[in-house]
């Protein structure tokens, strides 16, 4: 079983940034593929970024140059920092881990992109 908690999601400015964090913990080993996807309203989900389990990182289109995903395997812990941010960015921002074949999914975390 793995759990994945998000953290730091809130509401900010166009152009402003801000920092998720994703804390995983149970049958987790940093070879595990991580990674951030959003839903915004109305449409479905969708990848932001990920780190592959052969290392390879990949981005969205729509981020890339803007987001960086990063990943603390001594604290089990993969990070999204986001700058530039746009309103096409709001959505609630899921942290997912592809362990053992299955798919986990944390709780979500907001963030609203508004003046």
């Known amino acids: 079983q793995v759990q994945l908690v998000e953290f730091g999601g809130g509401l900010v400015q166009p152009g402003g940034s801000l920092r998720l964090s994703c804390a995983a913990s149970?049958?987790?080993?940093?070879?595990?593929?991580m990674g951030w996807y959003r839903q915004a309203p109305g449409k479905e989900r969708e990848l932001v970024a990920r780190?592959?389990?052969?290392?390879?990182?990949n981005y969205a289109d729509s981020v890339k140059g803007r987001f960086t995903i990063s990943r603390d395997n001594a604290k089990n812990t993969v990070y999204l920092q986001m700058n530039s941010l746009k309103p096409e960015d709001t959505g609630v921002y899921y942290c997912s881990a592809f362990v053992g074949g299955m798919d986990y999914w944390g709780k979500g975390t907001l963030v609203t992109v508004s003046s």
């Open positions: 780190k592959t389990t052969g290392g390879t990182t």
């Open positions: 149970g049958s987790i080993f940093s070879s595990n593929a």
